[in-house]
């Protein structure tokens, strides 16, 4: 079964709202008086949150060398350079995995950078496959996956 346009958003576009980028929700403020009360305290066991210090930190200490090297960035440009016409992958995204996408998208063509949704993919694919051909079990990937699955 196709998927249908919703055009019940017709009339907005008339009025200068985009069918396909909706005016932002309105976003919550906080009352001063909610401002000043402390937040709740989560409660945690030890397990769990030594578990997740340590995911975290594992993380965090790998965010900080997956910059990527000039010499990594040639590689996945050269990569992405080639359309990848061989094969197909099809992947189940979100809806909020896919609005973010194509925000980023979106974002990089107004600032007149022609660009995809395939292409930003095959970017991350590329740097995830060679940050975990550098770094092993202590790539991004590895880390995630490793907690993923714990």
Known sequence: MKNKLDTSGVLNELRG???FFPKEQEKTVIQPEAALLPPAKPTFDSD???????????????ASTLALST????L??????????EDVLYVRLTKEEKDKL??????YKRQG???SDNEVVRIAINA???DYKTHGETS?????????HA
């Open 128 to 130: 995830l496959l060679e």
């Open 71 to 74: 010499e990594m960035i040639e």
């Open 113 to 115: 950078m022609k660009t």
């Open 140 to 148: 991004l990937l590895a880390t995630i996956l490793a907690s993923l």
């Open 76 to 85: 996945i440009r050269k990569i992405v350079k080639n359309p990848g016409k």
């Open 17 to 19: 709202q985009s069918v």
């Open 102 to 107: 194509a925000d980023v998208s979106y974002t």
């Open 48 to 62: 769990s949150l030594q578990s997740s210090k340590h995911s975290s930190n594992l993380a965090s200490k790998h």
